[in-house]
Structures are given as structure tokens and as C-alpha cells.
């Protein structure tokens, strides 16, 4: 549809944003106009915070403090008082901006607020009305294909559990599809020993990100720093593409670039059935820690078919981009693979973690992928308010009209100042571009924040744009202008 260039692309684009404008009061009416910086930043409350942070705990990674009182839609305030244009959105986490009115008396019903407070070891003791929940909520948006769910609660532990998922879906196979196990396959696996520990591995990709926890650490690739002193598995590790922009005009390498790192991930599949076979690849349709990279729709069919013809699994992580900020609810539907994933992780957006996944991969005994909360109904109360936001304002349909006005800006600005921003790039709001170097990334990220504009950085030059479904034009003006006096001083 995106696309297409019939009418029926053009009725469908008048009709979307007919509903955006229709809907778009409810959630931005009491915004402030722009954003508006009182003190320098950080500022001396924030800086006061900082430093008793820092002596209960290690606090460097952190910005800014928040007064969540005052946060309201697309903007942030700190504890100073100073109010941003939020376009990072807690690490791409924050689906309808804050403190959405439709979400703000959700708990003042007295049986949700018992599924708040009377929060279960879900996999032990759900509520009865559970399994409608994940029917009604998670299961309304199930990538197509994927019928069955488990929740959890962070993308680490997602991923983590779908590796699990995988890894025993593997070994049945194996058997034969026997669910029993052997004498000797119960007491060498307490001693972290084969046949019961099998020597299989999860292929991941450089520059991919997955959480870190130990084994989503051991497929994560994006920076030393999480990794540094811990102990992993000895998993492979593919190339990822690393395309020339601007696409058009880079199309023959670009598709080279694509048959190389095929070819190298069919290299390392043979290569590793020696010693450890590789059970399953895991893979983000849009790499967004470790630098917004994208790839092609022909090289994850191409992807999902190498994994078919070697029997492996399958794992799309789909922790940062889920819910609708590429324009459609799950990034990988862009890719129009033939068949579905076998396996699709999320988190962030959706409020609560888990992972989608087909009837075959169900594990076969109680207790293999389980802890003691596998989620939270409180989130999913909000969750099932959230999409019906979402769907009732028609987002997914702003996040494309939003997303392709951002780009154009983008792509004036990077005509205008090609020294100092380059390779614009992105799928809906979730958008990237690069800067020059890592030092004037860093610099331009700063200054716009003390311009009044938060957002984020990725990679090694790139700097990344995670807004609320909720950003319209007119957010994208003044992230534009903002951006536009920032570079102008660099």
C-alpha cells in the first residue's frame, strides 16, 4: 500500500489522516505549544538528584529526572521544570504519549485495580478471566500465522525464553520427536554437560541487539560495554548488510551486499553442524541499538529460507519495533515473507513482554519456559486500552503520514548540510540518520536536548528518532526547526 501510487493509496492516505485530525484533541489538547527550557541542562535540581543517585547506586546512564505529574503527551518535563519535545520516548517504550487521558482512570475500577495489586504467579495460580485477556488483547494483534503466546516481562527475558523455546524444539526434533528423556540425559545436564546440555548455538548478527541477560547477551553485538567481563556462549555471529544511501542510487551494491552476508550465513550454518549446530537464528527487522540498520525485504525471505532448508529456527526480535512505529504493527510485515516467522519477541510499546510462536514449537512439558510472575495482568489492562487507541484514532495510519513528512525534512536538511547529516533512513516514525562522527553525534544529541529536544543515539554515528504514535506534523515542525538550528552551530 505504502507504495502503490493508485487511488486507492490516495482515498485510504485522505481517509487516515480524516481520522487523525478527528482523534488527535483527545490526546494533545493539553500540551504545551512547543517546548521550553527554564534553566540550564541539566539543571541544579537535576543535578542535585544526580549526585544522591549516584551514592546508592551507579547512575550514569542517567539523563534526566522526570516529573511524571507534569509529562503529558509528546512532552517531557524534568525536575527543573524545563519541558521537551520528547522524540525518544523511554527507549522507544511510551506507545501513546504520557499520561494519555483514556489510560488515567483504567485502575480507579475496582476489579482492575485487584488485578493490579493481587499480581499472580500467572503460570501457577491466572486469574480466571486470563485466558479471555490474552485472547481479547495480545492475541488481537498476533503476527499473522502465529496462534499460540507466552508472556514475560522485559525483552531480555523474552528473547531468553524464546532461545529456550527454540533450543528444545530442536532437540525433539532430534529425538524424533519423543518428549521422554534418557537416564544419562537428566544427570549430565546438572553438570552443564552433553547429551542433556546440548552443544547447539543461536546465530546472531553484528551490530544486533538483544537484551542482557546471559544468554540474549551471548547473541547481543552491538557495544563492548555490555558484554565486558562477562562470560558467554561461543554462538556465531553473521554479517549484517551495510547498505549505501541513498538506496536508489546504490541499488547494484546494495544487492551485493545482501548475496555476501547470505552466503556467509549458509558459510557459518555448515560450518558450525561440526561442533555446534547452530538450532536458530535470531534476528531484528530494523537493528536499532546497534545503529538503525536496515536490510532488504528479499534478503529476510532470503533469510527465512536458508533457515527452512537447514531446519532452523526462525526468530524475528521484534522488542523495539512492535506495535505500529514502522507504520504497520509489526515491522516484519513489510517484508512480505512467505510464510511466517517461527518465532517473534516483543516488548517495550506493548507495556509487557513475551514472544508469539506456532503450535510446533509448544514445549511439550509444564515448568521448560516459565518464572514466577510470566508477565503482569496490570499491564495488560493498559495494553488493551492502548491498541484500542490506537485503533480508534487509526495511528498505525498517522505513524505513515507523520513518518514520511519527518523524512522529507530530513532529506531537505541533508541536502542543505550533507557535512553534518547524512544517510536519512527509516520505516514510519522510526527513523535515523547519520552524523559525521561519533563526536559530533554526541554533540549535536546534546545540544539538542538543551534546545529543548530529547532523543537518542545508536551505532557508532547515528542518531535515532522514537517518538509516540501520537507525534503528528506538527511535532515534526518543530523537531525539524530545532534540528535545523542545532546543526547550523555545528
Known sequence: MLRSTNGLFLINKVKGAAFHFRYSSISTECEPEKPCIRTPVPGPKTQQLFKELNSLQQAGAVQLFADYDKCIGNYFVDADGNTFLDAFTQISS??????HPKLMN????????KQLINRPAIGVFPSSNWPEMLKSVLMSVAPRGLNCIATMMCGSCSNENAYKTALMWYRTKERGGKTDFTTDEMESCMMNQPPGAPDLSIMSFNGGFHGRTFGAL???????IHKLDCPAFDWPMAPFPKYKYPLDQNERENCE????????VEDIIEKYKKCKPVAAIVVEPIQAEGGDNHASSEFFRNLQKICKKNGVAFIIDEVQTGCGPTGKMWCHEHFDLPTPPDIVTFSKKMLTGGFYFSES???PQAYRVFNTWMGDPGKMILL??????????NLICSTQDTGNYLKEGLHKLENEMSHVISSVRGLGT??????PTSEARDKINADLKKNGVLGGVCGETAIRIRPALIFQRKHADIYLDTLRKTLKTI
Open 94 to 99: 511510551i506507545p501513546i504519549g504520557y499520561n
Open 106 to 113: 483504567i485502575f480507579n475500577d475496582q476489579h482492575n485495580l
Open 218 to 224: 551471548s547473541t547481543t553485538r552491538s557495544k563492548p
Open 257 to 264: 551486499e545482501d548475496k555476501k552476508c547470505l552466503e556467509q
Open 361 to 363: 514449537f509448544m514445549p
Open 384 to 393: 488493551k486500552q492502548v491498541l484500542s487507541v490506537i485503533k480508534e484514532d
Open 430 to 435: 522510526f527513523i535515523a540518520f547519520n552524523a
